[in-house]
């Protein structure tokens, strides 16, 4: 085998080894927190510490009530235990007693908004759980689909690199030298000749070089200076 196809050959494994690192890196990339998870996450912690403090201000309001109804009976048990004759302190007994009732009742109104303020910040935390709960198992689902994509890239160029380690063997190291040196500046070193152009830069090239690419020691494109395989 003529060394112009080793080397053209060697840039096949390498274009594929290089196809193969970057998609890993895509999925390496991809690999970690979602975005979604952590907002859905955020927005049902927020929903839960606002139905927590209404549930305590719900209780607050509860001991208010039977605060007042506390102060309420013990009031009306002196109004109407008949010790109490005097007219104006027991006009006076009356009007606590109704102040005592009317302020209980607009807390009770209070706390009865309240309470449809729990129920529906309830709903909400149940609703909020179970699309968190979604979002989580699809993007597990997604993590160990690219986890096992990457398994498989990783698989495959370590087989790439090591059919091309087996490949190098075989070629002689100063057209290996020369195949990484124009690598290095042109990303591809070798450039196949079809219809008589070099395909790696499309000059057309001269009959003396087209002559010499078909021999086998190693030519360089006169323009681009890639290594010319002649199919
Ligand atoms: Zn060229």
């Known amino acids: 085998m003529g060394v112009a196809k080793q080397l053209y050959q060697l840039q096949e494994v390498d274009l594929e080894l290089e196809s193969g690192e970057q998609a890993l890196a895509r999925i390496t990339s991809q690999l970690g927190e979602s975005q979604a998870v952590v907002a859905a996450r955020k927005e049902l912690d927020g929903e839960s510490q606002r139905l927590e403090e209404l549930r305590q201000q719900q209780h607050s309001m509860e001991w208010e009530i039977d605060d007042f109804t506390v102060k309420l009976a013990a009031v009306e048990e002196r109004l109407y235990s008949g010790r ?16 005592l009732q009317s302020r209980r009742s607009q807390v009770e109104d209070k706390a009865l908004e309240m309470m449809e303020g729990v129920s529906r910040g309830e709903a909400k935390v149940v609703t909020l759980s179970s699309q968190l709960k979604r979002l989580e198992v699809e993007w597990q689902h997604e993590q160990q689909q690219l986890l096992a994509e990457a398994e498989r890239h990783k698989g495959a160029i370590a087989d790439l690199k090591q059919k091309r380690q087996l ?7 100063a057209a290996v030298d020369v195949y990484h040196g124009i690598k290095k500046q042109k990303g591809r070193a070798v450039a196949k ?3 008589g ?13 087209l002559q010499q690419a078909r021999g086998n020691p190693l030519v360089q494109c006169s323009n681009c200076r890639r290594i010319l395989f002649l199919a």
């Open 84 to 99: 109490i004759t005097n007219p104006k302190e027991l006009a006076n007994l009356q009007h606590e007693a109704d102040g």
């Open 197 to 209: 152009t070099c395909r790696g830069c499309g000059i057309t090239l001269s009959t003396a070089q």
């Open 193 to 195: 000749v079809e219809a």
């Open 167 to 173: 490949m190098v063997v075989n070629i002689d190291p």
